[in-house]
């Protein structure tokens, strides 16, 4: 059934105020799939993708949509908070500004200054002020900041707006006391939109770095918390009675309580994984579900061995999620390194979240305290979770007494097991092009640049197979994958291609999936390989990554996250439907962090 314009519009809504920008931006395009010409949804998307850290794209969509050209005032200031992000991406991360980012902040300054002039708003007057700040031109930015001040206090609209512009102005003139005012009761409003406060979050944030203020100051306006969730299953084998489990419930909902959980993501296992997700929807916190294998056989080996009851609440649970999601779509088949692997990437997605709504990210786990299984489970989540240096809240298990362990039925699994590893996909845009000269030229000049930039990076790579130009690579690290992808690409960009006798030149096409591959034997080549259904899905990805791009999946970027090297960046580029009907799947642009030299585009 159609949706009607104010039945999408109200869907957006509600997941801009929960701050779920993939979701945001997923559902702005289907709503223009529906009414191409609606201005509220092309404003959306491009909101949504500077909101996904895609801010050029966001720049770019702006002018290809006309929105510069709008009547609406709030929509054609798009344009300026964009070019404000784009300044922001673009500082160091040591905090020195340097002439180029002071350029860039001084640009974005004038945009804002140029709104003011048409809207007299405090909005385009503390934005003024706070990049003058930085770019710094201190007395414009005290000049707009008692502007701002003046203006607000005459705002008859919505208060947190207000609060927030004049608790920014505060901060901008030194008024800690004033500012610290205004912060609490502003964080009296807008309880129910995450998104709004954060953003005005990261915005105080940026300012206290700059001026060297405590930013303890700003705590009140973000008290949520993003959690990754976990525990121990209780099943027939490894009871819980009634009384221990409500308990248990009461610990977990007063923990998600004090933590000020918003959004959480987790597994939903018979036991504390359940308890957990109960309690979260529960406090109308947002959950988002990663499961380990397919739905069905999920609820087949890890929650109906609990009983019926444990089915029914798992079916609940799934019907309230916010996401529901599959870090494999095949079966279990006996590969109890998928439950890892799972948990692996729900720690990935809550630090995702917790970077966009610069909140704080927290872990709560159930667990007994016994280290008898310290390679899996809840014991090595934790662990990864401290590594990485986030904090872990410990709920204490009650204490369960295993009956006589029923050995597993594994007949119908195969000898062979699968592991989690990092895939990549590349081909070459025009190559079926090339004559026989050209061919000759990609492997004798071309080739064994490829080469060299895959061998620097030697025993980490597992495996390498390659038909045409078509490259086949396997990986244990996602870091490892992305590296590679970016170094063709380089290669690609950097080789001299004028003597071809082609219009465009050569790009490369780059996929890169994380999941589990069986390593098996090729009879006809007579070694071994990496295969698995993962492997055609990533195969199925790269044919739909725009050339001279690298596309990677949701499993994907989340391993870069829980493997923290930190040297990447990604944006969101939406669902994608793959090549061949293989399915449509949350696709990003995998990207080197780098400082740009200036904005690329301004709105004159």
């Known amino acids: 059934m159609i949706q009607s314009i104010e039945e999408l519009k109200s869907e957006i809504v509600a997941v801009q105020r929960a701050g779920d920008y993939l979701k945001e931006y997923d559902l702005a395009q289907a709503a223009l799939e529906l009414h191409p010409q609606e201005e509220y949804f092309q404003h959306c998307s491009v909101l949504a993708l500077s909101r996904c850290n895609a801010k050029q794209r966001a720049l770019d969509a702006f002018y290809a949509y006309k929105l510069h050209k709008s009547q609406d005032e709030y929509v054609r200031a798009l344009v300026a908070r964009i070019l404000k992000d784009l300044a922001f991406q673009n500082l160091s ?23 003011f002039a048409r809207s007299g708003g405090h909005y385009a007057a503390i934005n003024a002020a706070t990049l003058y700040q930085l770019a710094g031109a201190e007395d414009s930015a005290r000049e707009f900041a008692k502007l701002a001040i003046q203006l607000a206090n005459h705002d008859t609209g919505p208060q947190y707006f207000a609060l927030a512009s004049q608790a920014e102005a505060y ?16 964080a009296q409003h807008n309880t129910k939109n995450l998104l709004t406060r954060a953003r005005t979050y990261f915005q105080l944030k940026l300012i206290c770095t700059h001026l060297h203020i405590d930013a303890k100051i700003i705590a009140p306006l973000l008290p949520e918390s993003v959690v990754h969730y976990c525990g121990h299953a209780f099943n027939k084998q490894r009871p819980i009675t009634l009384q221990d489990e409500q308990r248990l419930s009461q610990r977990i909902e007063q923990a998600l309580a004090q933590q000020h959980c918003a959004v ?33 056989n999920f609820c087949e080996v890890a929650v ?35 439950f890892n692997f799972c948990s692996d990437v729900a720690m990935g997605m809550t630090l995702m979240r917790g970077n966009s709504l610069n ?34 809240e410990i709920i204490p298990s009650p204490a369960v007494i295993p009956t006589r362990t029923v050995p597993r039925v594994t007949d119908a699994y195969p000898l062979a097991r699968r592991e989690p590893h990092a895939i990549l996909f590349a081909d070459v845009r025009g190559f079926s092009k090339l004559n026989d000269r050209d061919i000759l030229w990609y492997f004798t000049e071309l080739h064994p640049h490829l080469a060299q ?23 244990e690290k996602a870091s490892t994958a992305a590296q590679i992808a970016l170094a063709l690409n380089e290669v690609m960009a950097e080789i001299e291609q004028g003597g071809l006798t082609l219009a465009d030149p050569l790009l ?50 989340a391993m870069l996250e829980i493997e923290g090297e930190g040297w990447s960046t990604f944006e969101y580029a939406g669902t994608i439907p793959s090549a061949k009907n293989f399915g449509a799947f949350r696709m990003f642009h995998v990207r080197p962090k780098h400082r740009a030299s200036a904005l690329l585009c301004s709105l004159d």
């Open 171 to 186: 901060l901008l003139l030194g008024m800690e006391v004033e500012a610290t005012r205004a912060i609490e009761l502003a």
């Open 508 to 557: 490369m096409r780059i996929g890169l999936h994380y999941g589990p591959v069986y390593k098996v034997y090729d009879h006809l080549t007579q070694c071994f390989t990496f295969a698995s259904n993962e492997v055609n899905k990533t195969a199925r990805i790269e044919p739909i990554t725009p050339p001279g791009e690298v596309f990677g999946t949701e499993p994907f970027v």
């Open 93 to 115: 991360d040591d905090g020195v500004l340097t002439d180029a980012d002071k350029n860039n902040l001084h640009a974005a300054a004038a945009t804002y200054q140029r709104a």
């Open 453 to 475: 930039a895959i061998e620097q990076y030697g025993a980490d790579v597992q495996h390498i197979d390659t038909w045409g130009d078509a490259i086949f690579l396997v990986t």
């Open 359 to 392: 909140a704080k990210v927290m872990q709560l786990a159930v667990w007994d305290q016994k280290l008898t299984s310290q390679g899996r489970g809840t014991y090595s989540n934790i662990e990864k979770w401290k590594k990485l240096g986030h904090a872990t």
């Open 304 to 338: 109906r061995p609990a009983g019926e009851e444990w089915v029914t609440r798992f079916r609940a649970c799934i019907k309230g999620a916010n996401t529901v999601s599959c870090a494999t779509e095949s079966d279990f088949l006996g590969d109890d390194s998928l």
């Open 264 to 296: 959480a993501y987790g597994s939903l296992m018979a036991g504390s994984d359940i308890l957990f997700a109960e309690a979260i929807l529960k406090q109308g916190g947002e959950l988002n579900v990663w499961l380990p294998f397919g739905m069905e």
